[in-house]
């Protein structure tokens, strides 16, 4: 009796010894984008590569746009999509791909395209007005109490003092916009790109 249990138990370690091993002989795919970074003009299409180390691997990706749109989750060897910026500054869209390969999933990589704007020179009119009536209201548009930045000869006068405050942290004094949420970074470099570009109207 005792060598039967024995050798029931000497029977299931192989088993278990067998399946360990066989678990342990899959390897996952390591994938590669090439190439890792690109720069492409708003309205480009991106063109990236994905290989792997295994043979027969597939390929998905999720994105995340900022400032950008066009770029969707998928799936595929490669990455090809049109982007256009959705602004007048440079943005990003963000592509996170794993790979599937040996019935294994292996770790992601991660590729950045950097979005930028063709020749886009910012104007008052068409890119800062809306930006400072939309955060500045009801303090510095017609009907206000202080300096109407809904106007250009004022709003161009005061830009250094505006670019200033808005800069600030919204726990500091004189922050602005008195009582909203800090201007996105996206807003405070289109700020600064109108003053680049000289502060024009149209």
């Known amino acids: 009796m005792k060598t039967r249990i024995f050798a029931l138990f000497m029977f ?6 067998n399946s360990c091993t066989e678990e342990d002989d899959v390897i ?11 720069t ?13 180390t ?14 950008v749109s066009g770029a969707t989750a998928g799936s595929g060897s490669s990455i090809a999509q049109t982007l ?4 007048a500054i440079a943005g990003t869209a ?21 979005v930028n704007p063709g020749i886009v020179i910012v104007n008052y009119t068409s890119n800062i007005k809306p930006l400072l009536v939309n955060s ?20 161009k006068s005061n830009i250094n ?9 919204s726990s500091a004094a004189g922050f602005m916009p008195v009582g909203g949420p800090k201007l996105s970074a996206a807003n405070i470099a289109l700020l600064k790109k109108w003053v680049d570009d000289g502060l024009l109207e149209n």
């Open 12 to 17: 299931s370690s192989l088993l278990f010894m």
């Open 28 to 38: 996952p795919p390591v994938a590669t984008a090439t190439p890792a970074t690109q």
């Open 40 to 52: 492409i003009t708003s309205g480009s299409v991106t063109s990236i590569t994905l290989t792997s």
């Open 54 to 67: 295994i043979s027969g691997t597939t390929y998905s990706w999720t994105v995340v746009q900022s400032g």
């Open 84 to 87: 256009t910026l959705t602004g």
């Open 94 to 114: 963000t592509y996170v791909i794993t790979p599937t390969g040996n019935g294994t999933k292996g770790s992601p990589v991660s590729v950045i395209i950097t």
């Open 136 to 155: 500045c209201t009801p303090c510095h548009v017609a009907g206000g109490s202080n300096p109407k930045w809904d106007n250009y000869a004022t709003a």
């Open 161 to 169: 003092g505006i670019l200033d405050r808005v800069q600030r942290e």
